[in-house]
């Protein structure tokens, strides 16, 4: 648990070995309930190497002084990023109108 926005972080190590690995984080809303957005990579043990970029979205609660995960939904490959991108922008541009 961290008790301050900075410090939180989906950065993952067991035994010695960065499982996940933060690339990124856009911090979308702050308060006693905040929002994170992160860019990561999951290490894969047999070959070696990080994955491609995964995205997910914490949300995060502040009680007796150190942030909580209260939810996650994590963003499954590239192609559903984009038709969520592409999706908010439409629906953005549609207000705009």
């Given at each position: ?39 990561y ?42 038709k ?14």
């Amino acid at each position: 648990m961290a008790e301050h926005v900075e410090d939180l972080t989906v950065n993952y190590e067991e035994e010695g070995i960065l499982l996940v690995q933060e690339i990124d984080k856009e911090v979308l809303s702050k308060g006693s309930w905040t929002t994170i957005l992160f860019r990561y990579r999951d290490f894969d043990k047999n070959t070696q190497q990080y994955s491609a970029d995964k995205f997910t979205i914490r949300r995060y609660q502040k009680r007796n002084g150190q942030y909580q995960t209260k939810s996650k939904f994590n963003i499954s490959s590239i192609a559903q990023a984009e038709k969520i991108v592409e999706t908010l922008s439409k629906w953005l541009d549609a207000k705009q109108e």
